[in-house]
């Protein structure tokens, strides 16, 4: 292959790339709005402005669409509190710092956060989402434990719950204030995760 055809062939794949980003993030919007059950192809296409038929010839089904687009919202996400561990000089900066993070994220990304807890449900009656929903919670589980692991450096002490546990406790924390806030009901996370925070180191 000449190099002018290997440019014209990158070139190819980055714009197919590239569409496949733009078509995700349109589709993200109804997926957050309506939930994977109730939204077909179809419907995205609807309230996108590509075709059905651009649809199916970027994503095979609503499955891979779902999973690219999740995957492409969690490439951001997995990082959301590593500023506040980054700048935390004492352990009560970063209680503090997190949990606002934990609260910043869940008014600002509630319809996303939303979508992923319907995804990894989801996952439980449909293989096709397992490998990819078990991947993401590694990466948010890695995250947590970042923080958890600081935190306790910056206290002199130690966690005191494995990694899992961790992870198990504040997702737990941060899904029940997810549907206090999506029935319009103040949730209390920032305070909440500090004193979770607190309770998992000794």
């Not at 496949?20 to 957050?32: C, D, G, I, T």
């Not at 192809?41 to 996108?48: D, M, P, W």
């Not at 969690?74 to 949990?99: H, I, K, N, S």
Request: glycine letters at 4%.
């Amino acid at each position: 292959m000449t190099e002018t055809s290997e440019r014209i062939a990158r070139r190819s794949v980055d714009k197919f790339a590239q569409r496949r980003a733009e078509l995700a993030e349109s589709a993200l919007q109804a997926l957050s709005e309506l939930g994977y059950a109730r939204t077909s192809l179809r419907e995205i296409a609807q309230k996108s402005n590509f075709s059905h038929g651009v649809l199916h010839y970027y994503f095979t089904d609503k499955v891979e669409l779902l999973t690219y687009a999740v995957r492409k919202f969690e490439e951001v996400c997995v990082t959301r509190y590593d500023e506040a561990v980054a700048v935390a000089r004492t352990a009560e900066d970063l209680e503090r710092g997190f949990g606002a993070a934990m609260a910043d994220t869940l008014r600002a990304d509630a319809v996303m956060h939303r979508l992923w807890y319907d995804l990894r449900n989801q996952s439980l009656f449909e293989a096709a989402f397992r490998a990819d929903v078990l991947e993401i919670d590694a990466q948010r589980q890695a995250m947590i434990w970042r923080v958890v692991e600081r935190y306790a450096e910056l206290a002199e002490a130690s966690p005191v719950v494995t990694r899992p546990v961790a992870y198990a406790a504040f997702d737990g924390l941060f899904q029940q204030a997810l549907l206090r806030h999506l029935a319009g009901e103040e949730s209390g996370l920032a305070e909440d995760a500090g004193s979770l925070l607190r309770q998992l180191v000794s």
